[in-house]
């Protein structure tokens, strides 16, 4: 797929996003990715899209100058970190992402990878630390639909009322505990207000004791994340 009107209107970590026309977009990965990664991005996204609304729609996977990607439906609009950095709407912003994750949190996924599996893959070939290994086994299963990703930047506002989710790379099975532990733990980095994570905690009706087993896993594991 080459266009030479096409340009660039994101990049992250792992991609690049190019704009194709006006509703549709490329996500290309970067150089090292393997094909096998971006499938199985593509297909927790298509799955993800059977359970769950406001899910950018899937097109088909490519392949350009030995790089991989995907496309998709554009998204347009700001993300929810914008309202959450300012301290007028914070609150609100806080409120509303906390909603979105609770209404996430009830959906179930047989089919997900568990996510000792995603956690075990992350350490493959680059640490042999047995201790992490056995943590990382002994944690308990569960089978609730998690991101495993749900921070606010990922929280796309397409109008006052709409929103898009959208990266789901991490997508996975586990008890909800995970994926609350996971998002307390990113929003520490995504978001400088000191008491963000400890507010959304409170407001996920959880405290620290019942995620510490996944935090002190995650802050080990952090790492060794592509």
Same mark, same amino acid.
């Given at each position: 797929?080459?266009?030479?009107?096409?340009?660039?209107?994101?990049?992250?970590?792992?991609?690049?996003? %190019?704009?194709?026309?006006?509703?549709?977009?490329?996500?290309? %990965? @970067?150089?090292?990715?393997?094909?096998?990664?971006?499938?199985?991005?593509?297909?927790?996204?298509?799955?993800?899209?059977?359970?769950?609304?406001?899910?950018?729609? *899937?097109?088909?996977?490519?392949?350009?100058?030995?790089?991989?990607?995907?496309?998709?439906?554009?998204?347009?609009?700001?993300?929810?970190?914008?309202? *959450?950095?300012?301290?007028?709407? $914070?609150?609100?912003? *806080?409120?509303?992402?906390?909603?979105?994750? @609770?209404?996430?949190?009830?959906?179930?996924?047989?089919?997900?990878?568990?996510?000792?599996?995603?956690?075990?893959?992350?350490?493959?070939?680059?640490?042999?630390?047995?201790?992490?290994?056995?943590?990382?086994?002994?944690?308990?299963?569960?089978?609730?639909?998690?991101?495993?990703?749900?921070?606010?930047?990922?929280?796309?506002?397409?109008?006052?009322?709409? $929103?898009?989710?959208?990266?789901?790379?991490?997508?996975?099975?586990?008890?909800?505990?995970?994926?609350?532990?996971?998002?307390? $733990?990113?929003?520490?980095?995504?978001?400088?207000?000191?008491?963000?994570?400890?507010?959304?905690?409170?407001? *996920?009706?959880?405290?620290?004791?019942?995620?510490?087993?996944?935090?002190?896993?995650?802050?080990?594991?952090?790492?060794?994340?592509?």
């Amino acid at each position: 797929m080459k266009n030479k009107k096409r340009y660039k209107i994101a990049e992250g970590n792992t991609a690049e996003i %190019f704009e194709i026309d006006e509703k549709k977009v490329l996500k290309l %990965f @970067k150089t090292g990715y393997s094909k096998s990664t971006v499938h199985h991005e593509y297909d927790n996204q298509c799955m993800v899209s059977r359970v769950m609304e406001n899910i950018p729609k *899937m097109f088909e996977i490519v392949e350009e100058n030995q790089r991989f990607g995907f496309t998709m439906e554009k998204v347009q609009g700001k993300s929810l970190a914008s309202l *959450m950095l300012d301290n007028y709407t $914070f609150e609100q912003a *806080m409120e509303l992402f906390t909603s979105l994750h @609770k209404n996430w949190l009830t959906k179930t996924m047989d089919s997900a990878v568990p996510y000792t599996e995603w956690m075990l893959h992350m350490l493959s070939g680059k640490s042999n630390d047995g201790d992490l290994v056995d943590k990382i086994k002994n944690l308990p299963s569960g089978n609730i639909l998690c991101h495993g990703d749900f921070h606010p930047y990922n929280i796309i506002l397409t109008s006052e009322r709409d $929103f898009v989710i959208i990266d789901f790379a991490n997508v996975c099975k586990a008890p909800k505990e995970y994926d609350i532990a996971r998002t307390y $733990f990113l929003l520490n980095q995504a978001v400088p207000e000191k008491t963000a994570a400890e507010l959304y905690l409170k407001k *996920m009706q959880m405290e620290y004791s019942d995620i510490r087993v996944y935090i002190e896993v995650l802050e080990i594991l952090r790492r060794y994340e592509l």
